[in-house]
């Protein structure tokens, strides 16, 4: 075979293999009846379902509400935990100061969140977006602050020397070299943001894909419920390809992307 | 040249010591030196006798513990952009090209609109033509370095240090920047002030060679070089100097590079 026929199959073909041989094997034992259509229905039948969902608009208006909430809740989140990883890295008295207070507030899991959300704002958009900006946060928070520690102090003293003052200093030295670390903090933020979305929907909604999932449970439509799950996989995994296109575009400097190929 | 490139640099009864949890460190015992306006000094010492710190503390990055160090009637306390610096690391700023690097030697107070015009000039001096948009780690270690006398010079420094610019380049690419260090001493006329672990090259650029001892750092010997420029490292006088300068670190007895003809 070509040298070239090799690459494209390694690239493209040899990650879909496994996934294609597994749904074959699925589809062929619930043609079978090995596995009862009630709790497992043959791709086919998921397929046929997602298909209804898409022309009818269902399913695009569930994700397009979803979508609207984590885009909200991100940017708050990431904001936040931008500003203050700045403010914490920019003084050690502020660091101590919420020291206590972040260490008891961050290993809560954002689900605890939910009801209390609720109970405070009420059950519509604003809880929802809030859980989503608290599961950003934190992982954006870190990561600013270790991206900013790991600043090369040589690269700093040689702008104290060209008598750069402060904002500059911040601006042209330290943030392009915290933002690998940035971004590692915004891609794991934003698939925290997807998940808590729909843990927030699975517990009360009336939209969304969480809320999809909850409802078709109710009514025992296993086919609607795979097709929600399915359907967060795939836009998670849409999230997380997009991002990393915009990381290897702004980080085109670093030789650790761009030898990842 | 202008008035101020005429000034005398006046190191006076300069000692440095650092503080550490274990104890304290005296780097640098009682430096006295005078350095004429387009001078060329190179230092030679063995590792850890303070070279590095007395670079630093006339760059102003560091102050003096007793002493102190004057350019004309000023006393120099702070960096500024009348001495610029080079480093044994280029210390480029990945994320910016060659001639962002360069420009970002540029001191503020000078206009905007002059800075493509002086970048363009200093890439010219140190022979990066083409090379304007390429990043520092598609540069040869070389290459790199020129970037990093070039960002030294934008500021039009009156006095370059460098604190063993060539150390880590191969042996040919290191006669090669000496060469280049030499044109650009002979056509911008600096002070310029060599630290180097190479005998050779503290012979073939200096018009004084200062031998440094250690523990605690001093000025052991001075020796001036009276030989016509470009020097030719093969003649007796060049072997002269280097053989002075050998017995001076390692005495009468041994003499690992005597050359008696
Ligand atoms: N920032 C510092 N803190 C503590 N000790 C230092 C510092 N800088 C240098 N020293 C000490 O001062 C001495 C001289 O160092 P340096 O000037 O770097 O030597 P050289 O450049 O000649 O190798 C060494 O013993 C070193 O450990
Ligand atoms: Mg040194």
Known sequence: ?261 | MTAAGKEMLRIRNVSKRFELDSGSVLALDNVSMDVKPGEFISIVGSSGCGKSTLLRLVMGLESCTSGNIELGETNISKPSAERGMVFQESRLLPWKTVAENIAFGIPKTNPKKEHNAIVKEHVELVDLHGFEQALPYQLSGGMQQRVSIARALVGRPNILLLDEPFGALDALTRIQMQLEILRIWETERKTMILVTHDIDEAIFLGDRVIVMSARPGSIRKVIHINLPRPRDRSSTEFMNYRRDIFQEFFGEQQKPFVFEI
């Open chain 1, 1 to 261: 075979m070509p040298k070239k026929t090799i690459k494209i199959f390694d690239r493209f073909l040899l990650p879909v293999v496994l996934p294609g041989l597994l749904i074959f094997l699925w589809e062929y034992l619930a043609h079978k009846g090995v596995i009862r259509s009630t709790i497992l229905p043959a791709p086919s039948v998921i397929s046929a379902t997602f298909y209804d969902m898409v022309v009818s608009g269902e399913l695009w208006g569930h994700l397009k509400t979803s979508l609207w909430r984590v885009f909200q809740g991100f940017a708050l989140g990431s904001s936040l935990g931008l500003i203050a990883g700045l403010l914490i890295s920019a003084s050690p008295r502020v660091e101590r100061s919420l020291l206590l207070v972040t260490g008891i507030l961050r290993p809560i899991p954002i689900i605890a969140w939910v009801p209390v959300l609720i109970l405070w704002m009420g059950i519509d958009e604003a809880s929802k977006v809030t859980v989503i900006s608290i599961g950003t946060f934190w992982p954006v928070l870190l990561n600013v602050i270790h991206g900013i520690r790991s600043t090369d102090r040589k690269h700093i003293e040689v702008a104290t020397m060209l008598g750069k003052n402060p904002s500059s200093i911040l601006i042209h030295v330290i943030l392009p070299s915290a933002l690998p670390s940035i971004f590692t903090g915004l891609r794991v933020g934003i698939g925290i943001a997807w998940m808590s979305v729909i843990g927030a929907e699975l517990i009360a909604a009336s939209q969304g894909l969480g809320y999809l999932i909850a409802y078709a449970r109710e009514l025992s439509q296993a086919d609607v419920m795979l097709v929600g799950v399915a359907c967060i996989g795939f836009t998670g995994l849409l999230i997380d390809i997009l991002l990393q296109c915009i990381e290897k575009r702004l980080l085109y400097w670093n030789v650790n992307l761009s030898g990842k190929g």
